[in-house]
T-cell receptor
């Protein structure tokens, strides 16, 4: 079974630009969550999607958005990039929404550098 | 809102020494807690969950409701245990629909086991 796949793995953008990151969950997983990982703040929750609907949202500005498609693949978008958006963006999938088994399966991440 | 605290950013021990990674939580419901681990150049992955009361790679974690703690312990640390460890609360039922805010991990503790 293929794991969670994130693309692109690395990207460099400049301030003011926008970026779209993609995540393909494990086959059969319907829930996709996104996290921002930085050395200072650790893992911060961005949002969770299930059945193409955003179910939960973290405390990030509206520049951060996402969506989920009918095949459970998800994208997140960051507009008007700021230097502080430089981070590793992790996608995680799980079988069901808010699965109480707690097991999230993570991708390798997309490392965004904003210059 | 749920909150989890990992007070140590870095923990350094010698091989064979006991290790304890601290995690404290605040949670209004009945908590289920998890530890995730990220080894160098690997994906973040589930290490163990308290509900299963299992021991993984020699690690155990006991939920102490009185102290609201879920410390991760291993009696004899090994060099291969060097990694980043994250304590994580579950996704509570009340979080569905986005009304409860963040789903959070602790900021993580970097464990370094020296030879």
């Amino acid at each position: 079974k293929a794991g969670v796949t994130q693309t692109p793995r690395y990207l460099i953008k400049t301030r003011g630009q926008q970026v779209t990151l993609s995540c393909s969950p494990i086959s059969g997983h319907r829930s996709v969550s996104w996290y921002q990982q930085t050395p200072g703040q650790g893992l911060q929750f961005l949002f969770e999607y299930f059945s193409e609907t955003q179910r939960n949202k973290g405390n990030f500005p509206g520049r951060f958005s996402g969506r989920q498609f009918s095949n459970s693949r998800s994208e997140m978008n960051v507009s008007t990039l700021e230097l502080g958006d430089s981070a590793l963006y992790l996608c995680a999938s799980s079988l069901a929404q808010g699965s109480n088994t707690g097991e999230l399966f993570f991708g390798e991440g997309s490392r965004l550098t904003v210059l | 809102a749920q909150r989890v605290t990992q007070p140590e950013k870095l923990l350094s021990v010698f091989k064979g020494a006991p290790v304890e990674l601290k995690c404290n939580y605040s949670y209004s419901g009945s908590p289920e807690l998890f530890w995730y681990v990220q080894y160098s150049r690997q994906r973040l992955q589930l290490l163990l969950r308290h509900i299963s009361r299992e021991s993984i790679k020699g690690f155990t974690a006991d939920l102490n409701k009185g102290e609201t703690s879920f410390h991760l312990k291993k009696p004899f640390a090994q060099e291969e245990d060097s990694a980043m460890y994250y304590c994580a609360p579950p996704r509570a039922a009340g979080n569905y629909g986005g009304s409860q805010g963040n789903l959070i991990f602790g900021k993580g503790t970097k464990l370094s086991v020296k030879p």
